[in-house]
């Protein structure tokens, strides 16, 4: 199965820099937040395991969330435009995206800088062997998989971005395996954006 995601454009105000961050070697920050997770889906392990039809509604689920989060970076380069880095964004959190992610900035000489990322957390999770089994307790599986982001920032030193990204998953002993109902899945994401820079008077 394959999974494809619109491409919008967001318009949003942040900090410019010349390079990933402003000064060479170790960063970082580290936050507690807290909010609420909610979902809804027939797919969802913490509703009901066993069902009676496939017409019944899939339950609200919502739970309470506190966890500090943050990020560490190492910037290096004769113009501080490499860096290695692992953690959670700040852009990503703002929009409700949990993701770790392990990656690698190039600041190009062109302007652009080049993100490329490793996302090993995004996709897994718990879900039914059989969601559409009926009258019979389901039984929990795991689901894996990994995410690859290419991020272009400042495309030739303008204001322009795009976030792409693409992701892998695997329902293990998936009933529905070999089926049209079968769930693996390849996953395309896409995201352009125009960033308005802040300056501050110094």
Same mark, same amino acid.
């Given at each position: 199965?394959? %999974?494809?995601?619109?491409?919008?454009?967001?318009?949003?105000?942040?900090?410019?820099?010349?390079?990933?961050?402003?000064?060479?070697?170790?960063?970082?920050?580290?936050?507690?937040?807290?909010?609420?997770?909610?979902?809804?889906?027939?797919?969802?392990?913490?509703? #009901?395991?066993?069902?009676?039809?496939? =017409?019944?509604?899939? %339950?609200?689920?919502?739970?309470?969330?506190?966890?500090?989060?943050?990020?560490?970076?190492?910037?290096?380069?004769?113009?501080?435009?490499?860096?290695?880095?692992?953690g959670t964004a700040?852009? #990503?959190?703002?929009?409700?995206?949990?993701?770790? +992610?392990?990656?690698? %900035?190039?600041?190009?000489?062109?302007?652009?800088?080049? !993100?490329?990322?490793?996302?090993?957390?995004?996709?897994?999770?718990?879900?039914?062997?059989?969601?559409? +089994?009926?009258?019979?307790?389901?039984?929990?599986? !795991?689901?894996?998989?990994?995410?690859?982001?290419?991020?272009?920032?400042?495309?030739?030193?303008?204001?322009?971005?795009? #976030?792409l990204a693409y992701?892998?998953?695997?329902?293990?002993? #998936?009933?529905?395996?070999?089926? =049209?109902?079968?769930? =693996?899945? =390849?996953?395309?994401?896409? %995201?352009?954006?125009?960033?308005?820079?802040?300056?501050?008077? +110094?």
């Open positions: 199965m394959k %999974k494809y995601l619109a491409l919008p454009v967001l318009f949003i105000a942040l900090p410019c820099y010349a390079q990933p961050a402003p000064k060479e070697g170790v960063s970082g920050e580290i936050s507690l937040n807290a909010g609420i997770i909610s979902s809804t889906s027939n797919f969802n392990v913490e509703g #009901d395991a066993t069902i009676n039809s496939l =017409d019944n509604k899939a %339950k609200s689920e919502s739970e309470g969330l506190i966890a500090p989060l943050g990020n560490v970076a190492y910037t290096f380069g004769e113009t501080l435009g490499q860096q290695i880095y692992f700040r852009e #990503d959190i703002a929009v409700g995206t949990l993701a770790v +992610q392990l990656g690698y %900035k190039h600041q190009l000489g062109s302007g652009t800088e080049v !993100d490329v990322s490793f996302l090993p957390t995004v996709i897994s999770g718990e879900t039914w062997q059989n969601p559409y +089994q009926l009258n019979t307790a389901r039984k929990e599986t !795991d689901v894996t998989g990994n995410a690859y982001r290419l991020q272009l920032n400042s495309i030739s030193g303008s204001s322009f971005s795009l #976030d992701a892998a998953s695997e329902v293990a002993d #998936d009933l529905n395996a070999g089926t =049209d109902l079968a769930r =693996d899945a =390849d996953s395309h994401y896409g %995201k352009a954006g125009l960033r308005q820079c802040k300056h501050t008077v +110094q």
